[in-house]
């Protein structure tokens, strides 16, 4: 569809307040405490509202402020954070999700959900990415860059080995330096997986208010990420084999490709469930799990790579017609 952007005073004024909020959201989290953290989490929200409910454009307009206020104040890193790790992919993955407009027309015109991860997930992966690359030149090393992160997990790590809470066998300096590596990766697969869950929401509130007007998508069948993500997942997790830098890119490449075909995968499950009297259970289990043990990540992810070779969802409904009505019904 078409960019629907209306300048008017009043779509400009919406603009505007969604970037002040925005603005304000993400400056909760510089107050600390564990309520401004929760809330912070939905620091896109106000962003993607505007570009769905809106027009690109005038999200663009909101996320553009948004970054121009929290680079006054507090603090030009913090804004130039914000606009790459926020407001960038939230725009993008909107831009992506409207199908891409551009000259009167669309550039992408289907599987606009995982399009709209995907731009999301890059983005986020390369910032990370060009961050270690920077920091790893301007300190001599990763290990230098990573230090502060370092410093605090092994402050952590000793006092919890210290309360018995890990065995003494554990060696705190050595696992300090393996969660520092780890760390950019953990932000960047949780980061995503943060985005998309503001994608959604965005997306649901532009409807109930009335303010999408295309037809919604039915993610579950919808969802289709290129063999490549595959490509690059595996890619991530050879190259964690490797020492320093390369190793760290690695993990990155892994989480949020990871996350990407996870997603894949939960869609997989949710079309084969689909019909069963017991799919509101089972799903419901599902995401409990998902979210206090985090463990099925990694079956979700093999098969949602699996999913972009072998084509389990067209199967599935393939199949659904070839089977017989109920023998009840027949003559």
Same mark, same amino acid.
């Given at each position: ?16 307040? %969604? ?11 510089? $107050? ?6 929760? &809330?912070?989490?939905? !620091? +896109?929200? +106000? ?16 996320? *553009?402020?948004?970054?121009? *206020? ?31 407009? $551009? ?12 399009? !709209? ?6 983005? *986020? %992966? ?8 920077? %920091?790893? &030149? ?6 230098? %860059? ?25 060696? +705190? ?8 590596? !780890? ?40 969802? $289709? ?70 463990? +099925? ?11 972009? *070779? &072998? ?21």
């Amino acid at each position: 569809m078409p960019d629907k952007s209306v300048f008017s005073l009043q779509n400009i004024g919406v603009s505007i307040l %969604a970037g002040l909020a925005a603005a304000t959201i993400a400056l909760v989290v510089t $107050r600390g405490g564990m309520g401004g953290l929760v &809330f912070a989490h939905l !620091a +896109p929200l +106000p962003i993607l509202i505007v570009a769905f409910g809106f027009g690109v454009v005038h999200g663009a307009t909101s996320a *553009i402020l948004a970054t121009v *206020i929290l680079s006054v104040y507090p603090h030009p890193v913090v804004g130039m954070g914000y606009a790459l790790l926020v407001a960038g992919p939230a725009w993008l993955a909107a831009y992506a999700a409207s199908g891409a407009p $551009r000259g009167g027309r669309d550039l992408i015109r289907g599987n606009f959900s995982s399009w !709209a991860c995907l731009a999301a997930g890059g983005v *986020i %992966a390369f910032v990370v990415i060009l961050w270690l690359i920077v %920091a790893s &030149f301007a300190q001599g090393s990763l290990d230098e %860059a990573l230090n502060p992160i370092r410093a605090r997990a092994f402050l952590l790590l000793d006092t919890m080995r210290r309360d018995k809470q890990l065995p003494e066998s554990l060696d +705190p300096t050595e696992l300090s330096g393996q969660v520092a590596r !780890a760390v950019p990766a953990f932000l960047a697969g949780y980061g995503l997986f943060v985005l998309v869950a503001n994608i959604w929401l965005g997306a649901f509130i532009a409807r109930v208010s009335a303010l999408w007007d295309r037809p919604w998508p039915d993610i579950a069948m919808e969802f $289709r990420l290129p063999r490549a993500v595959g490509g690059l997942f595996l890619s991530g997790l050879a190259l964690t084999f490797f020492p320093g830098p390369s190793g760290a890119i690695g993990l990155v490449l892994a989480a949020t490709m990871g996350m990407l075909l996870m997603l894949q995968g939960l869609a997989v499950v949710h079309i084969f469930l689909r019909g069963s009297k017991s799919s509101a259970l089972v799903l419901a289990i599902l995401y409990f799990m998902l979210g206090f043990l985090g463990w +099925p990540i990694v079956p979700l992810a093999v098969l949602g790579g699996a999913d972009t *070779i &072998f084509n389990y969802r067209d199967r599935k409904t393939a199949a659904a017609p070839s089977q017989p009505e109920n023998p009840a019904n027949t003559d």
